[in-house]
């Protein structure tokens, strides 16, 4: 029973380069959501994708940073031309189609370290 | 969503109960207050959620007065492998709601 898998685990890129993270999610969850947390902060929303579709990207900044969560295979978090400001963990977290009771209500994986040279 | 506030710090020793208390004077009815725990280089993770009066699970209890106002998680006997943030969320309890985290509360267990 696997969790939620994030890949890669650690990420180092230079300026202006491109940044791929991926999720997968729990088996039987179709709701995936990205968080960024920076050192001693707590984890901040960035977006919430269903299959193939954005609900909610209020948390995203509006440029360079895209996400999507295709029919088939694990949801990307893609940061464009990235700054050294890019530099924190993100974490991808899953929950199912319905929260039975007792159920939590999300999964969280164990982040991609993004560090920006 | 609710706003919460929570001790930065908290110190314990090892076999201790520890207690921490979280704050969200402007609850909503239909709101739920979830605990996570997180260590470093992990994600968090779930420890117990509840909606009023006294939640008890394998791993904590959770108590929430009738205003509903203020929360307290309880580690029983704690040991060294709790030490971790504890962070107490507010908020809808459908898996499809975005969470939102305040800064948590660093727990160090000393033996």
């Known amino acids: 029973n696997a969790g939620v898998m994030q890949n890669p685990r650690h990420l180092v890129r230079r300026r202006g380069q491109e940044a791929r993270l991926r999720c997968s999610p729990m088996k039987g969850h179709s709701h995936v959501y990205w968080y960024r947390q920076l050192p001693e902060e707590g984890l901040k929303f960035m977006v919430y994708l269903q299959k193939e579709n954005i609900i909610d990207e209020s948390g995203m900044p509006k440029e360079r940073f895209s996400a999507e969560f295709p029919k088939e295979g694990p949801s990307i978090l893609r940061i464009q031309q990235v700054v050294r400001g890019d530099s924190a963990a993100y974490f991808c977290?899953?929950?199912?189609?319905?929260?039975?009771?007792?159920?939590?209500?999300?999964?969280f994986g164990d982040g991609t370290r993004l560090s920006i040279l | 969503l609710a706003k919460t506030t929570q001790p930065i710090s908290m110190d314990s020793y090892e076999g201790q109960e520890v207690n921490i208390t979280c704050s969200h004077n402007n609850i909503a009815t239909n709101d739920y207050i979830t605990w996570y725990q997180q260590f470093p280089s992990q994600g968090p993770r779930f420890i117990i959620q509840g909606y009023k009066t006294k939640v008890t699970n394998e791993v904590a209890s959770l108590f929430i007065p009738a205003d509903r106002k203020s929360s307290t998680l309880s580690l029983p006997r704690v040991s060294l492998s709790d030490t971790a943030v504890y962070y107490c969320?507010?908020?809808?309890?459908?898996?499809?709601?975005?969470?939102?985290f305040g800064t948590g509360t660093r727990l160090q267990v000393f033996p």
């Open positions: 977290a899953s929950s199912p189609q319905r929260i039975d009771r007792g159920n939590q209500p999300q999964h």
């Open positions: 969320l507010v908020g809808a309890r459908k898996g499809t709601d975005k969470l939102i």
